[in-house]
């Protein structure tokens, strides 16, 4: 047994060298092929050997990589001055942080969707409720057309009726305020012309005129009157001048409370006409009015309430343009009095 085993070995060896050496006894076709096995021997072991090389380039690639990250954070350091920076390399308790969050933010997310739905409910129950509010106003317009014991097909606008009664007690409130300034404006005219009966006539009727109260006329005549330029410095002149300096701070102040009111005024006309043609654009959006010249116009004159709504904003545009124009003239007097005054004073102390 043992010598068949070594006769077999000895058999495998010098196949082996043949393989190896090449058997000269064998053609050259042989050999290449002999040749062949060896290159490709050697092409694997070539193969094993760069693979061994790559490995140990991956691994001082790695090391090269956490030297320039050290690297890195040495430099970062010495330039901010802070020990901690680049340490943090995504610990545990950061990464249970963000955990933390995700799950914040899940839950954050899903008390948004309940809210969205729980608005979305609540939407529809106020478009249910508003339904419900437009019949029950249709249902109080044909109550209120039955008991005004108006016609089958004249229906009352609510709306219109809450409006008007807005702008009434708006202009109400308004002619109160105006009765109040007129009674003041009474009151001192009362107390200006008991003054002038209680003074005594002296030898200067001029005097008298200068009490407190002067008409338009009056002013004018002593602004560009030249013989008062030359006043002397007596007390009586400088009385006259105080008496016209206080008359034209009064007008001034009755012209500035004019002027309050007319603003109030021009606010209250410019909200009825904004209303107005909110109006006009709800009926024709709905249908119930258009330009004139089609077919909706005959509609529109069986309506009391929408002739009389667009007439009131016909007739209130040239008021508003009055009511401007009216400001703007009021408050040119302001400066000519206050120079008036100035000139006055600059004379008296001449003197």
């Given at each position: 047994?043992?010598?068949?085993?070594?006769?077999?070995?000895?058999?495998?060896?010098?196949?082996?060298?043949?393989?190896?050496?090449?058997?000269?006894?064998?053609?050259?076709?042989?050999?290449?092929?002999?040749?062949?096995?060896?290159?490709?021997?050697?092409?694997?072991?070539?193969?094993?050997?760069?693979?061994?090389?790559?490995?140990?380039?991956?691994?001082?690639?790695?090391?090269?990589?956490?030297?320039?990250?050290?690297?890195?954070?040495?430099?970062?350091?010495?330039?901010?001055?802070?020990?901690?920076?680049?340490?943090?390399?995504f610990p545990a308790h950061e990464r249970e942080d963000l955990v933390?969050?995700?799950?914040?933010?899940?839950?954050?997310?899903?008390?948004?969707?309940?809210?969205?739905?729980?608005?979305?409910?609540?939407?529809?129950?106020?478009?249910?409720?508003?339904?419900?509010?437009?019949?029950?106003?249709?249902?109080?317009?044909?109550?209120?057309?039955?008991?005004?014991?108006?016609?089958?097909?004249?229906?009352?606008?609510?709306?219109?009726?809450?409006?008007?009664?807005?702008?009434?007690?708006?202009?109400?409130?308004?002619?109160?305020?105006?009765?109040?300034?007129?009674?003041?404006?009474?009151?001192?005219?009362?107390?200006?012309?008991?003054?002038?009966?209680?003074?005594?006539?002296?030898?200067?009727?001029?005097?008298?005129?200068?009490?407190?109260?002067?008409?338009?006329?009056?002013?004018?005549?002593?602004?560009?009157?030249?013989?008062?330029?030359?006043?002397?410095?007596?007390?009586?002149?400088?009385?006259?001048?105080?008496?016209?300096?206080?008359?034209?701070?009064?007008?001034?102040?009755?012209?500035?409370?004019?002027?309050?009111?007319?603003?109030?005024?021009?606010?209250?006309?410019?909200?009825?006409?904004?209303?107005?043609?909110?109006?006009?654009?709800?009926?024709?959006?709905?249908?119930?009015?258009?330009?004139?010249?089609?077919?909706?116009?005959?509609?529109?004159?069986?309506?009391?309430?929408?002739?009389?709504?667009?007439?009131?904003?016909?007739?209130?545009?040239?008021?508003?343009?009055?009511?401007?124009?009216?400001?703007?003239?009021?408050?040119?007097?302001?400066?000519?009095?206050?120079?008036?005054?100035?000139?006055?004073?600059?004379?008296?102390?001449?003197?």
């Open positions: 047994m043992a010598n068949q085993l070594r006769e077999r070995h000895q058999g495998l060896k010098k196949k082996y060298r043949e393989l190896i050496d090449g058997d000269p006894t064998l053609p050259p076709e042989k050999r290449n092929q002999v040749n062949l096995a060896q290159l490709l021997r050697d092409s694997r072991e070539r193969s094993k050997q760069l693979a061994d090389e790559v490995k140990e380039l991956t691994q001082r690639l790695t090391e090269a990589q956490g030297d320039n990250k050290l690297l890195r954070m040495t430099i970062t350091k010495q330039r901010l001055g802070d020990d901690e920076v680049g340490v943090r390399h933390r969050q995700l799950e914040e933010a899940g839950l954050q997310r899903a008390e948004l969707e309940y809210n969205l739905k729980v608005v979305s409910d609540e939407l529809e129950d106020v478009k249910a409720e508003r339904t419900v509010f437009q019949e029950k106003a249709d249902r109080l317009n044909l109550e209120l057309n039955h008991i005004l014991g108006g016609r089958g097909k004249r229906i009352i606008d609510v709306d219109a009726l809450c409006m008007e009664n807005r702008y009434l007690h708006e202009r109400l409130k308004q002619v109160q305020e105006e009765v109040s300034l007129l009674k003041t404006n009474i009151m001192k005219y009362k107390t200006a012309l008991d003054r002038r009966k209680n003074v005594k006539t002296s030898g200067t009727s001029n005097s008298g005129a200068l009490t407190g109260v002067l008409s338009a006329k009056q002013v004018e005549d002593l602004l560009f009157d030249d013989g008062r330029c030359s006043l002397p410095a007596t007390p009586q002149s400088i009385s006259d001048l105080k008496s016209l300096a206080t008359a034209l701070l009064e007008t001034i102040h009755e012209k500035n409370l004019i002027i309050q009111h007319q603003r109030q005024t021009n606010r209250i006309l410019g909200n009825r006409v904004e209303e107005l043609e909110r109006k006009l654009k709800t009926l024709e959006v709905s249908g119930l009015w258009s330009l004139p010249g089609v077919h909706n116009v005959s509609f529109i004159q069986g309506c009391p309430n929408v002739l009389h709504k667009i007439s009131s904003y016909e007739l209130a545009k040239p008021i508003i343009r009055h009511s401007y124009a009216f400001s703007l003239c009021s408050v040119v007097s302001v400066p000519a009095c206050q120079s008036f005054c100035k000139k006055k004073a600059g004379q008296t102390q001449h003197l």
